[in-house]
């Protein structure tokens, strides 16, 4: 079970912090991250970790902006938000599989994920 944070309303410039508690299974060797979709659009990867080694990958629309991280022995995942913008607005949702990340075609497609948290939102205005 993945379940995130409470999102919050930002002014553009902020920042915000989203945590994600797994449970119910081991936090080693997954591939983890986040996706998020704004309304009338298709779900897009945002960020993503492989908890066994901790390489990251990103959107190219977050990168130097957004970073994403891990805390193995809380079983977390934490994804910090700086210099925010409208465009950032949406629901965002943590994820999970268990299996090394295969790169930044993971971030291609929400099928690559099969493990879901109820999703919360975040608006910048």
């Known amino acids: 079970q993945l379940v995130e944070s409470w999102g919050a309303s930002v002014q553009a410039g902020g920042s915000l912090r989203l945590d994600c508690a797994a449970s119910?299974?081991?936090?080693?060797?997954?591939?983890m991250g986040w996706f998020r979709q704004a309304a009338g659009k298709e779900r897009e990867g945002v960020a993503i970790?492989?908890?066994?080694?901790?390489?990251?990958y990103y959107a190219d629309s977050v990168k130097g902006r957004f970073t994403i991280s891990q805390d193995s022995a809380k079983n977390t995942l934490t994804l910090q938000m700086d210099n925010l913008t409208p465009e950032d607005t949406g629901m965002y949702y943590c994820t999970a599989v268990r299996r090394s990340c295969a790169g930044t075609q993971d971030l291609a497609s929400s099928k690559n994920f099969n493990y879901w948290g109820q999703g919360t939102q975040v608006t910048v205005s």
């Open positions: 970790i492989y908890t066994g080694g901790g390489t990251t």
């Open positions: 119910g299974y081991t936090h080693r060797s997954n591939c």
